[in-house]
């Protein structure tokens, strides 16, 4: 579940103002969204372990050229992997033993490692 939190500013420089074309309009007031996806528990970064905790119904391969087909079977709850990158969305470029796939990060959780 995401968590999202709204930050406002209440104070800004009147420099600070917009203008559409050769009117100015009033605003006085930024707003700043941030998105807290996985708890602030654990980062994601590059060469994270990961395991998957729901199985996609469609998978998208990370090929230059993605093919999209139905995950018959092939990524299953409990799978482990790695992630290769990030892409817009929130989705994740993430190796499995059978191949790299684009998965959304509600379907994988921060593997924790014991060291």
């Given at each position: 579940m995401a968590l999202v939190?709204?930050?406002?500013?209440?104070k800004?420089?009147?420099?600070?103002?917009?203008?559409?074309?050769?009117?100015?309009?009033?605003f006085n007031l930024i707003t700043k969204c941030e998105l807290n996806t996985n708890g602030g528990s654990q980062k994601l970064e590059?060469?994270?372990p990961?395991?998957?905790?729901?199985?996609?119904?469609l998978l998208k391969t990370a090929a230059s050229v993605p093919?999209?087909?139905?995950?018959?079977?092939?990524v299953k709850p409990g799978d482990v992997g790695r992630i290769v990158s990030r892409k817009p969305m929130d989705v994740w470029a993430v190796r499995l033993s059978i191949g790299t796939?684009?998965?959304?990060r509600?379907?994988?959780k921060p593997l924790?490692?014991?060291e």
């Open positions: 939190s709204f930050t406002s500013i209440p800004c420089p009147s420099s600070s103002r917009f203008s559409y074309g050769s009117t100015q309009l009033p590059i060469g994270s990961i395991i998957v905790i729901e199985s996609p119904k093919c999209l087909r139905p995950n018959v079977g092939l796939y684009l998965i959304d509600k379907y994988f924790e490692l014991d």
